[in-house]
């Protein structure tokens, strides 16, 4: 497969957004799916006002938005995905919930020589691939948060993806959306959250013993090392029931303490205090 013209996209959260609205900057033909329309609607919204930001910022005219957002379609019906040429999985961090989904869109997905990837940032590759009975064409996308302003992907081959579907996979990544690959083993966390993760954790402890605030610990890598934003402002942004399924992940994989989720990030997390998208995490928003 030498040019990927329709991509699918399962899940529309901050990064099925994210990934669906880079695409379509691209000229791709986007189809969305969620499990509701309710969410589908919902997803519409996400992009749409994300879109509206570029615009605002001068990144995007308003034709070009408006051209972006016609090559998006959002559904709540999987079915609707079997004549993609690529569907990147963007769904909730939960293992049992992937391989649950590549299984219903191997039956789905039409095109024999289709890729399946997933965003998982934690869950082995190789265990969604042998969900599905092409476990050659499926490998793992990784993007990274905000999806339209972070230029990395990590390209995760499973044991079992075959060299055309890695192949395929970073030219459609590099050349088409426009990213910057990192290859990296079947590992939970592959590169980058194998490193990310033990760091905000341990800031997530910091608080819990009472070592420093929330505020002075972002302040301090924010002054002190150059980071964008500290580790607690960044939780906040990836979602801590995220960070708590990604650590749970690791954990499970390498049962390192430096990787088990802290009490305070299971008790924020049940009491629903999430980050952004709730409104109230480490801060207030
Ligand atoms: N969508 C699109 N563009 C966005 C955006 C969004 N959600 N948020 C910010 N931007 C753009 C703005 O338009 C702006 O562009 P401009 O300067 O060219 O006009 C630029 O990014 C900077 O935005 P702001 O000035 O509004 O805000 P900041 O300077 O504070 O930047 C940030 C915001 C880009 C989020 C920056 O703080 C940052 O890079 N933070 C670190 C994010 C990070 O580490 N992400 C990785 C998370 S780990 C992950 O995703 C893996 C997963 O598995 C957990």
């Given at each position: 497969m030498d040019h990927i013209s329709r991509l699918g996209v399962v899940g529309c959260g901050l990064m099925g957004s994210g990934i669906a609205e880079v695409a379509a900057r691209r000229g791709l033909d986007v189809l969305v799916t969620e499990a509701t329309d309710e969410a589908a609607t919902a997803g519409r919204a996400r992009v749409t006002a994300s879109l509206d930001r570029a615009v605002r910022h001068a990144k995007l005219t308003e034709q070009e938005r408006d051209h972006a957002l016609s090559r998006l379609t959002f559904t709540a019906?999987?079915?609707?995905?079997?004549?993609?040429?690529i569907v990147i999985e963007a769904a909730a961090e939960h293992r049992d919930l992937k391989t649950d989904l590549f299984t219903r869109l191997d039956k789905t997905?039409?095109?024999?020589h289709a890729i399946l990837a997933t965003n998982t940032s934690s869950i082995p590759i190789t265990d969604v691939a042998t969900a599905?009975?092409?476990?050659?064409?499926v490998i793992g996308l990784h993007f990274f948060n905000p999806v339209p302003v972070q230029p990395l992907v990590e390209i995760i081959p499973a044991l079992t993806t075959s060299a055309d579907t890695l192949t395929t996979a970073r030219r459609f990544a590099t050349e088409q959306l426009g990213k910057q690959p990192v290859q990296a083993p079947?590992?939970?966390?592959?590169?980058v959250n194998a490193l990310l993760v033990p760091y905000l954790l341990a800031a997530v402890r910091m608080v819990e013993s009472g070592t420093a605030t929330p505020e002075d610990i972002d302040r301090g890598m924010e002054l002190?090392?150059?980071?964008?934003?500290?580790p607690l402002r960044l939780l906040d942004l990836i979602g801590l029931d995220t960070a708590q399924a990604i650590a749970e992940s690791l954990y499970a994989e390498y049962k390192e303490p430096l990787y088990a989720p802290p009490p305070l990030l299971r008790r924020m997390v049940a009491a629903g205090r999430l980050g952004r998208k709730s409104g109230q995490g480490f801060h207030t928003y």
């Open positions: 019906d999987l079915d609707a995905l079997a004549d993609r040429q997905v039409t095109d024999p599905t009975t092409r476990p050659e064409q079947d590992r939970s966390g592959f590169v002190g090392c150059a980071h964008p934003m500290g």
